[in-house]
Nanobody
C-alpha cells in the first residue's frame, strides 16, 4: 500500500526559500518516477519537477534554476527545495509516485504553499 505524505509547506515571503518533503511508504524507488505537481486557484494541475529511478531530473520552465528535486533513500523521502520564490508559485503542491512497470499512479493529499509579503 503506497502512501505519500507531504510536509513543509506554509507562508513565505517573496524571494525566500522553502523545502517540501514527501514521505513515501511501501516505495522502492527503482520502480517509480517521483514528482511534484502544483495547482493554483483556477488553474490546472501542472508538473513542477520529477526524478527517475536513475536520478535523472526535469523541471517546468517556470521553476528551472530555482527548484531542486532530490531523494533520501534511507528515509524513503523525496524533497522539493524551492528558492527565490515568487507570488506566482503560490499553489497546493502534490507529491506523486508513478510505478513505471504497472502504470499505477499515487498522490499525496496536497500541501499549501503561499508566497506573499
Amino acid at each position: 500500500q503506497v502512501q505519500l505524505v507531504e510536509s513543509g509547506g506554509g507562508l513565505v515571503q517573496p524571494g525566500g526559500p522553502l523545502r517540501l518533503s514527501c514521505a513515501a511508504s511501501e516505495i522502492i524507488f527503482k520502480l517509480y518516477i517521483m514528482g511534484w505537481y502544483r495547482q493554483a486557484p483556477g488553474k490546472q494541475r501542472e508538473l513542477v519537477a520529477q526524478i527517475t529511478s536513475g536520478g535523472d531530473t526535469k523541471y517546468a520552465d517556470s521553476v528551472k534554476g530555482r527548484f531542486t528535486i532530490s531523494r533520501d533513500l534511507p528515509k524513503n523521502t523525496v524533497y522539493l527545495q524551492m528558492t527565490s520564490l515568487k507570488p506566482e508559485d503560490t499553489a497546493v503542491y502534490y507529491c506523486n509516485a508513478f510505478h513505471v512497470l504497472v502504470s499505477e499512479n499515487y498522490w499525496g493529499q496536497g500541501i499549501q504553499v503561499t508566497v506573499s509579503s
